[in-house]
């Protein structure tokens, strides 16, 4: 399916530019192509490369020190179910877990990392190597509709513009991000038993609905730790508890500052960094803002040095373990570069052709005749294609003085409730090299769907 539609998308935008004469210019497709392109290696993949080396060297000590095995039995009765042909104690449960949780926490730099290397243990269980498996599926379908319990982007859009109220989209965007999971574990599981989304292949001749599961042996447990060892774990939560409360309650620590006499340093420290002022929560804003706030905050750091000392006391290398591990991020990005460039060429190509533009016209009349605001569909079209491009969109609305706040709510909502489905289908399984990609698209695209309609639907009602 996927070599259809990104075929058609180039066909379509050539014919398109063609016709309303955008093939050259600034603007046009030839020029919009050349930095797409150069966007994908320059600014996508490489720094996605540096991110992902620190990332999956920290993953590397969280599978040696088995905290990645507990993880995953911890969230086994959940995730047996969604995944019934990965064995329960594989490590792709534990780094599954972890990408969703990042993801819920809008950790979108810890996320994609930890899915790629979700999705390289996954490939490990593959029995046919470039067609998708039912797990990858299901994972990448709800991946992209992950419950978002932090729109941050959106937010801080919203505060820019001088939204009354950024913070309300924080309830509809759960409830508008609960109904898309939802509807793509659904669909997921509907697809995947389709004859359609099951035909065989010349390279893959005897796929089934039911995946043949590769012979997969536990390692055996370890012992257990001594009760030093256990004290030592167990401060770092502790430690971090009490950074989350300086966060939530900055007054508190600014007498905290003054007491250890560190008052004449953080006032050095503001005046080189003046930007860091302005990531601190404010003592006014209500104490649930302030302990999301400090959630975010904190939550990096914790997992940094919570891996880092639960290895140490398991007696493992650190240091060596970790470069390891970040050795795996260079050669993954290499991989996924050429699947970035073919996609962000074809969205360039589709995007600054006007196909999109007209298809908007076209749809006009039917939307209006199901009160969906015709203003949103641009963001409803590009978000599953682009992240900047839909950002951008995201911001002409914002900026509009003639929109109400509830169409902007709306907007914003739809932002943090829908995820780029093509992008993460091209990375992710550009980075196992998997072609066939069965329904995986599809269950992207309905929860797309799902998300966008229960947006306008759950901001109607809280704000309308």
């Known amino acids: 399916m996927l070599n259809w539609i990104w075929m058609g998308m180039i066909v379509v935008g050539v014919v398109v530019a063609a016709l309303m004469g955008q093939l050259s210019g ?49 969230v086994r009765p959940v995730m047996k179910r969604l995944f019934p042909e990965v064995p329960a104690d594989h490590p792709a449960m534990g780094a599954m877990v972890m990408n969703l949780a990042a993801n819920m926490l809008g950790l979108g730099n810890a996320a994609t990392p930890l899915g790629l290397k979700a999705m390289q243990h996954l490939d490990e269980l593959n029995p046919h190597k470039g067609t998708a498996t039912n797990s990858m599926c299901t994972f990448l379908a709800i991946n992209t509709s992950s419950v978002t319990l932090i729109p941050a982007t959106a937010i801080g859009l919203l505060a820019a513009q001088g939204i009354p109220n950024p913070t309300a989209i924080v309830s509809t965007t759960i409830l508008a991000t609960l109904v898309s999971t939802t509807v793509a574990i659904l669909a997921v599981k509907f697809f995947e038993k389709l004859p359609v989304f099951n035909r065989p292949t010349a390279a893959d001749a005897t796929i089934s609905v039911k995946e043949d599961v590769v012979e997969y042996r536990a390692t055996p447990p370890e012992r257990s730790l001594s009760t030093r060892a256990r004290v030592l774990v167990a401060l770092v939560p502790v430690l971090f508890l009490g950074v ?79 470069v390891e591990g970040a050795k795996e991020g260079w050669n993954v990005a290499v991989r996924i570069m050429p699947f970035i460039v073919a996609m962000l060429a074809a969205l360039a190509i589709l995007r600054n052709s006007g196909a999109l533009f007209l298809f908007q016209e076209m749809l006009r009349p039917v939307l209006e005749f199901v009160h969906f605001p015709p203003e949103l569909v641009p963001m409803a079209l590009i978000r599953p294609l682009s992240g900047s491009g839909s950002q951008g969109v995201l911001v002409e609305i914002l900026t509009n003085a003639s929109f109400s706040d509830l169409l902007k709510y709306t907007a914003a909502t739809m932002y943090g409730s829908t995820e780029t489905t093509f992008y993460v289908l091209a990375v992710y399984f550009g980075s196992v090299a998997v072609r066939r990609t069965r329904h995986a698209l599809a269950a992207g695209l309905c929860a797309d769907a799902a998300g966008v309609i229960s947006a306008v639907v759950i901001c109607r009602v809280m704000f309308g």
């Open 26 to 74: 600034d603007d046009g497709i030839v020029e919009g192509m050349f930095k797409a392109v150069e966007t994908a290696v320059v600014g996508i993949a490489i720094p996605l490369g540096a991110i992902m080396m620190l990332w999956l060297g920290i993953m590397r000590l969280a599978e040696k020190s088995g905290m990645v095995a507990a993880l995953a039995r911890f």
């Open 244 to 322: 989350m409360w300086l966060e939530t309650f900055p007054e508190q620590r600014t007498a905290l500052q003054d007491r250890l006499g560190l008052t004449e340093a953080v006032q050095k420290l503001d005046a080189v960094k003046p930007k860091l002022e302005e990531k601190e929560a404010s003592a006014d804003d209500p104490m649930w803002k302030r302990a999301i706030s400090a959630v975010s905050i904190t939550a990096i750091p914790f997992l940094l040095v919570f891996f880092l000392v639960f290895a140490a006391v398991k007696r493992l290398p650190v240091y060596e373990e970790f």
